[in-house]
């Protein structure tokens, strides 16, 4: 039986496409579900239409996927995450993370779809990721995974004292004026 396709389908055809398929598979898959019409001339002539339609926006979308392609030139990702000793993390790197990641970095807003990773990262190292932007358009970049410093540095004694200063400089613009701390008794308060 001919039929003239209403959408892309895969191993078959595109839109506008007249193709010929067992009268059953007709029947009983691509007509109930509207994905074909019978080849009559209004029909083949509306579905090429909106076929050529398709493929200008089509275009533009390669290309738009194309320039932000461009952004990825020379990208190397570095993800902090919480991790002990071993190189374990806590938790690990998942697609959404590395889509918000990727998002910050290069100043595009990336789906998490369309992050590619093979399984979630639990370990510190040195991953590739993909990221589709088109089903034509896919790029590959380098994801360093680096533990999170959650150690605070060490405070030194002149450091502490400029802070102990700085907070009774703050107390004492505080206070309201004309009472000093050494005024207050000690029944008083």
Sequence with gaps: MKLVLTENIRGLGSTGDVVRVKDGYARNFLLPRKLALYPT???????????EEYLIKEKDR?????????????????VEMKANDAGQLFGSV????????LSKAIGVEIPHQQIIMGS?????????ASCRLHSEVEIEFPVHVL???????????????AQLEAEEAEAAEAAPE????????????
Aim: proline residues 1%; charged residues 35%; aromatic residues 6%.
């Design 41 to 51: 001339e209004g029909n083949v002539r509306r579905f090429r239409k909106a076929r």
């Design 62 to 78: 390669i290309e738009a996927a194309e320039l932000i392609s461009k952004r990825f030139e020379g990208l190397e990702l570095n």
């Design 94 to 101: 998942t697609e959404t993370i590395l889509a918000e990641t």
């Design 120 to 128: 979630h990262w639990k370990r510190i190292g040195e991953y590739v």
């Design 147 to 161: 533990a999170e410093s959650t150690v605070a540095a060490p405070v030194t004694a002149e450091e502490l004292a």
């Design 178 to 189: 004309g009472i000093a701390m050494a005024d207050v008794d000690d029944d008083e308060a």
